[in-house]
Structures are given as structure tokens and as C-alpha cells.
């Protein structure tokens, strides 16, 4: 899939209303300019902490599929797979980095490398969101609750209304859900798998598309499996097992 297709796919979802608020939970309309914005930090973001990966495609990801490591301790690279759509973004919190030499954890957040402090704070080096997402159907896993709480990473610099709007902009999505350290300052958060970058957006004719992913990354992840139909077969499918990345 080109990025011309990929965008128009993204656009074509997107409409203008109206921004409101609810408590610290803000609920945006969905502007196809802030999903464009979304979508160029988020892929940004991705390239600057890609690295070895164990999948070749999308459907490696799914639940029936097992990594197996060299001492043959197996594990799953998602806990679930639902269908659904971003309704609401509240922001979350920021990290702030630790002195050096400083390796002492935060209890609360999982992460060596940052302590928690509010959102806004100017010293944070990045901050997250927190999406809740109506959960439409599940394709895998054992999910059964009404929504979801979804966290995301993004950049100081990166403008919160924008995000908040550009995620409802996305409308119907796949999302692979995994937990993720960097949440675990709210056990009742999941993360998306590979950091957020493999956020699948749906068509209206069931065409599946990255969204946060580079066009070549695209078309090879989903060379297998580029409709919400074929996802679903994948995961239907009989289980196997790949090596784990060391």
C-alpha cells in the first residue's frame, strides 16, 4: 500500500465536530488535520527506537502465535486483539529524567530510567496519553469489558489537543494489546504492541492500514494480511511457535 492510499484511507474516516471536556478526560471531535499531525510524530517517534524484532508480518503478532527462547520458556507477544474506536484522550503523565548514576526504581512505574511527575511538567522528556476506547469486537483474547484504557507515548513538544484529536480522527481500529512497563504506573492501562507503532486503522471496505509505520515497513508487515477478514483468519488459525529475539 502506498502512502497516497494509506492517507486517503485516514482521511476518508476523519470528520469535523466539536471539542468538549469531562472531568480531566478530554473528548475531541475528529479532524483529518490533527490525524495527519498523529500520525507524523508517532511514525517519528518510531524510527528513533526501532530495533530487532522477532515478527515479519502482522499476523506473527497474534495470540496463537508462541515465541519460544533458547531455554524453552515460551510467551505471546499480545494478550489480546480488539476491534474498536478512540472515543476520549485524558492526559496521563511525564517522566523526568534521573541523575546520572541514579538507578534506584520508582515504585509505580517500571521504568529505571524516569521518575513520574505530572504531565506538564517542563522537565519531563516524554509524557503519555490515556485513550479509552469502545470495544466493538474481539477478535482474540479474553476482553470483556464495554472499553478499554489504552496508553500512548508522545514527545514534550508534541501538542495535546492536536493528538487527543487526531486518535478519535482514526475511527474504527485493530489494536494489539500488550502490557507494557512504561504504563505501569496504571495496571489498568494497556499498551499497543511494538511501542504503539502497530496500530491498525479499518476502512470502510475492511482495508487495514499503519497508520504510525513508514510505507516500506507497511507493505511488508501486511503483505499476508491486509483486511480485517484476513486478521481474522490468522487468528483462527491453528497455533505455532517462532524463535524469540535475544
Known amino acids: 500500500m502506498n502512502s497516497k492510499r494509506a492517507f486517503a484511507i485516514l482521511l476518508s474516516i476523519a470528520c469535523v465536530t466539536s ?37 515479519d508480518s502482522i499476523d506473527d503478532l497474534l495470540p496463537n502465535v508462541s515465541y519460544v527462547s533458547t531455554d524453552g520458556r515460551r510467551s505471546e ?11 476520549s484522550v485524558a492526559p496521563g503523565v511525564g517522566f523526568e529524567p534521573r541523575p546520572e548514576g541514579d538507578v534506584e526504581r520508582q515504585p509505580g512505574t517500571g521504568d529505571g530510567d524516569g521518575d513520574v511527575v505530572d504531565f506538564d511538567d517542563p522537565n519531563a ?36 489537543e492536536s493528538v487527543a484529536s487526531g486518535f478519535v480522527a482514526l475511527g474504527d481500529v485493530v489494536l494489539l494489546l500488550d502490557r507494557s512497563v512504561v504504563f505501569a504506573y496504571n495496571p489498568g492501562l494497556y499498551g499497543v504492541v511494538s511501542n504503539g507503532r502497530l496500530l491498525l486503522q479499518v476502512a470502510s471496505d475492511g482495508e ?18 491486509h483486511t480485517l477478514d484476513a486478521l481474522k483468519a490468522a487468528a483462527s488459525a491453528p497455533k505455532r511457535e517462532m524463535p524469540a529475539v535475544s
Open 19 to 55: 471539542t468538549s471536556s469531562c472531568g480531566d478526560r478530554t473528548t475531541v471531535g475528529a479532524s483529518g488535520e490533527d490525524l495527519e499531525y498523529l500520525a507524523e510524530r508517532q511514525e517519528a517517534r518510531g524510527s528513533a527506537t526501532s530495533g530487532r524484532k522477532a515478527y
Open 208 to 225: 487495514l492500514a499503519l497508520p504510525f509505520e513508514n510505507e516500506e515497513e507497511s507493505r511488508d508487515l501486511m503483505r499476508d494480511v
Open 77 to 87: 507477544a499480545v494478550e489480546a486483539v480488539v476491534v474498536g474506536r478512540v472515543t
Open 125 to 160: 522528556m516524554w509524557r503519555t496519553v490515556e485513550l479509552k476506547v469502545t470495544v466493538d469486537s474481539v477478535i482474540a483474547g479474553d476482553i470483556k469489558a464495554e472499553s478499554v484504557d489504552v496508553g500512548y507515548v508522545i514527545a514534550p513538544i508534541d501538542d495535546f
